[in-house]
């Protein structure tokens, strides 16, 4: 848990050993606050060099003892007493210092971080504020608009930035723990008073009037947590560390943490954090893991058509180091693709600082032949199966045997190209979200077919892009756009019923979502689901001409967006859909007279009388509908666990991390509410099949609802895909 020793005959060396990160749980405090005694009351001693073990100085509280009873010492006066010594406490920081790892540095009188190690407080991502004085003494060490920015975001710092910053005295490129021995020898008994480094004796440092920094930061961070606590009671402790003495400051943050610890909110974030984690921790039918399967080495990728997806893959691929082969079919298309990836990776460059893009790891062509070479190809030409086939039937005579083909659809079924290919096993789809370049989530798409290997080379491409990899099942939509086509279903027949885009759309965005569902449809084209449906038989000549225009497939379909389309409106890149903007390709919605009129044509065209649909519907119909169909993705092994389906969410459709994701919500609000409510719906809306409550669902509520992380135990696979 943490180890004493004697170095250079008068300096105690405390290490924290507590691998993977040294969290501090309660048998590590208590054994630090032990041992830290000893060493401030041993009279040979006369300086303490408090480290961590393996390369990593703290990562700060044990999150896995968050919401269980509290045990073992706190580690507020462990911190108290070690700055309150007369003996020089010196920090060797290596790998990272964070959250209550941090804290702990910041009691020490000096810190002295390794060039690669990183600090920071990112309380705030788990729904909390720095609870150990954290939050007290970081403003008075870099003052309060610096303090404010690191606690309200999270970000963490490099050991660079922290020096200019003034969080740690040295940085040092060799052995950090013989630095901070010699830095220790050198101030024991030197007339530099302990008093001016113990930061809970300063007052915090005014450059500018805190008050207005303070007003201001408030403002900024209420307009971007949409709906998320934590970053506003972060501001409401450092007005506390800005108004009043020290004590009084630790009394708010005591109260400030207490009140937070047992929310929702932070619960479903520390929810979101393991979920993120476990995620990696994928497994097949066949037994292969994450942890017993090799990936291949991936040194060069191609990338077939250089639309959006294309473009945004391409440039993940080039950031990361990787050389890619950039196939377009056309002449025109090919040119306005390589001057939108130069272009992005021209003002990425220009962000970092960088002078020249990496542009020497790209290849531009219009032939596949150049494919020869490549490890791994990644398709992504439009949403047409015929089309890949051929691709797929091409690339296999082109490619080498070993290469990996990859496709990026957003749902075909992934075996069907998969069977065209003489190496079946070597096909997984890697679903991207657009943005490419920008977005965290990776569906990883495995078939009956594909190979443990070709998993697990495409779970760490993604993770080298920096992605979330979740594996998933092959399925139309697979997890992220099968319910996500629930959710727009749901939200079409709101204004069906009497709701305007907007008003669903606010209701949605104060639950927390990144945007609406109307507005995330005008940002990615509305043709784009016409494709989809036109492609899947629900429009088109193959529909029966005497099928009623809002039945489909034995159930309610609303023609809504297909109308759109054809009067032209496809969103933001048309300057009209669901809102209006100013030109095509304009960015701001605004609401649409000419929509509600033409709501209102429609409503009286097919009988329909509006009336006044509560938020609490909206919310009900849009999010139960997405996690009803989340259990059925369970129940059919498409998804391995809850928690991935909540990644995939958080990460890809932008769902509020501090809610947990629709299978979380779901578990908060209570099952027995959710399958209620879904019963409800289903008996006003018997014709919404999907609404009718999942087997698995009622499964779970007759078992009394267990904890999601025991779901799976009540789940009946009848044909696991994973
Ligand atoms: C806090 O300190 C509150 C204070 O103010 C005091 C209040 C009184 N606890 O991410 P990785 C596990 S709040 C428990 O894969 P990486 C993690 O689950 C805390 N476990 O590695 C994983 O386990 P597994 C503030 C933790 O190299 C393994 O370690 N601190 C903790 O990509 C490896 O993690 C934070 O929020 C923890 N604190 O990244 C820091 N941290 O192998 C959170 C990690 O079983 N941690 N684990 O899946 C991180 O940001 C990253 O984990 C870190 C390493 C950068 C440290």
New binding site residues.
């Given amino acids: 848990m943490a180890r004493y020793s004697r170095t250079e005959g008068t300096i105690a060396l405390i290490t924290l050993s507590n691998p993977?990160?040294n969290?501090l749980g309660a048998a590590v405090r208590r054994t630090i606050t032990d041992i830290m005694h000893r060493a401030l009351t041993d009279g040979e001693v006369k300086a303490v060099v408090l480290c961590g073990e393996n390369g990593t100085f703290c990562?700060?509280?044990?999150?896995?003892e968050f919401g269980k009873p509290p045990s073992g010492p706190a580690?507020v006066p462990l911190i108290h007493d070690m700055e309150a010594s007369e003996k020089p406490v010196v920090a060797a920081i290596e790998g990272?210092a964070?959250?209550?790892?941090l804290?702990i540095a910041l009691g020490c009188h000096y810190r002295i971080a390794h060039a690669k190690a990183r600090l920071g407080f990112?309380?705030v991502?788990?729904g909390?504020i720095?609870?150990?004085g954290?939050s007290q003494r970081l403003p008075r060490l870099i003052g309060i608009p610096a303090a404010l920015e690191l606690i309200t975001t999270g970000r963490l710092v490099s050991a660079q930035e922290a020096l200019k910053l003034g969080i740690v005295d040295q940085v040092v490129d060799g052995n950090t723990i013989e630095t901070a021995v010699k830095f220790a020898l050198n101030v024991i008994g030197v007339c530099r008073p302990l008093l001016s480094r113990r930061l809970s004796e300063r007052t915090p440092a005014f450059s500018v009037d805190a008050a207005a920094v303070l007003e201001e930061g408030m403002a900024r961070v209420k307009q971007r947590a949409r709906g998320a606590f934590a970053p506003v009671v972060c501001v409401q402790a450092l007005r506390a560390a800005a108004t009043l003495p020290y004590s009084r400051g630790m009394e708010t943050e005591e109260q400030l943490?207490n009140m937070l610890i047992d929310s929702s909110q932070a619960r479903a974030l520390q929810y979101c954090?393991?979920a993120q984690?476990?995620a990696r921790k994928w497994s097949l039918p066949s037994g292969a893991r994450w942890n017993n399967s090799k990936p291949r080495a991936v040194h060069r990728v191609g990338v077939v058509g250089l639309g959006t997806m294309g473009r945004g893959i391409t440039v993940s691929l080039v950031k990361a180091g990787i050389s890619v082969v950039a196939v377009e079919m056309e002449e025109k298309q090919m040119d306005l693709g390589m001057r939108a990836v130069l272009g992005m990776l021209e003002r990425d460059a220009q962000r970092r600082g960088d002078t020249r893009p990496p542009t020497h790891l790209l290849t531009f062509t219009l032939s596949l032949q150049q494919l020869g070479n490549v490890d791994l190809v990644i398709e992504a030409v439009f949403e047409d199966m015929a089309l890949k086939k051929r691709l797929f039937t091409e690339l296999c005579n082109v490619c080498k045997p070993s290469t990996l083909l990859c496709t990026n659809t957003s749902g075909l079924d992934v075996d069907a190209l998969a069977v065209v290919t003489h190496r079946r096993s070597l096909v997984v789809g890697m679903h991207f979200f657009a943005p490419a370049n920008v977005m965290k989530l990776l569906e990883v798409v495995c078939g009956p077919h594909s190979s443990a290997e070709a998993v697990a080379t495409a779970m760490t491409l993604g993770k080298r892009l920096g992605k979330v990899g979740v594996v998933v099942g092959n399925c139309p939509g697979f997890v992220g756009n099968r319910m996500m086509k629930l959710y727009l279903d749901q939200a079409y027949f709101l204004l069906e019923e009497g709701a305007a885009p907007e008003q669903v759309d606010q209701v949605l965005e104060e639950f927390g979502f990144t945007m609406g569902i109307f507005k995330v449809s005008d940002l990615s084209g509305l043709d784009v689901g016409w494709r989809v449906r036109k492609a899947s038989g629900l429009i088109g000549p193959d529909v029966n001409p005497k099928t009623p225009s809002r039945w489909r497939q034995g159930c309610r379909y609303s023609p809504l967006p297909d109308l759109l389309c054809e009067q032209g409106h496809l969103g933001q890149k048309s300057g009209r859909g669901w809102y209006l903007y100013e030109t095509p390709g304009g960015k701001e919605p605004k609401p649409d007279p000419a929509m509600h009129r033409f709501l209102q044509e429609y409503r009286s065209r097919y009988g329909l009388t509006p009336r006044h649909v509560h938020a609490h519907e909206v919310i009900e119909r849009c999010t139960y509908a997405m996690a009803n169909e989340g259990f059925r993705i369970l129940e059919e092994g498409i998804a391995a666990r809850a928690e991935d389906i909540d990644v995939i969410y958080v990460f890809g459709y932008g769902w509020p991390r501090h809610r947990g994701g629709p299978m979380f919500h779901a578990a908060q609000v209570g099952l027995a509410t959710v399958l209620q409510r879904l019963e409800h719906y289903h008996q006003l809306h018997p014709d919404v099949p999907h609404l009718q409550p999942s087997p698995l669902l009622q499964r779970l509520v007759e078992a009394g609802s267990p904890p999601v992380h025991h779901w799976r135990e009540h789940v009946q696979h009848l044909h696991s895909h994973l």
């Avoid at 990562?59 to 896995?64: E, F, N, T």
């Fill in positions: 993977p990160v969290a990562a700060g509280a044990d999150i896995r580690l990272v964070l959250g209550g790892g804290e990112p309380e991502m788990l909390l720095p609870g150990a954290g943490i954090f393991f984690r476990n």
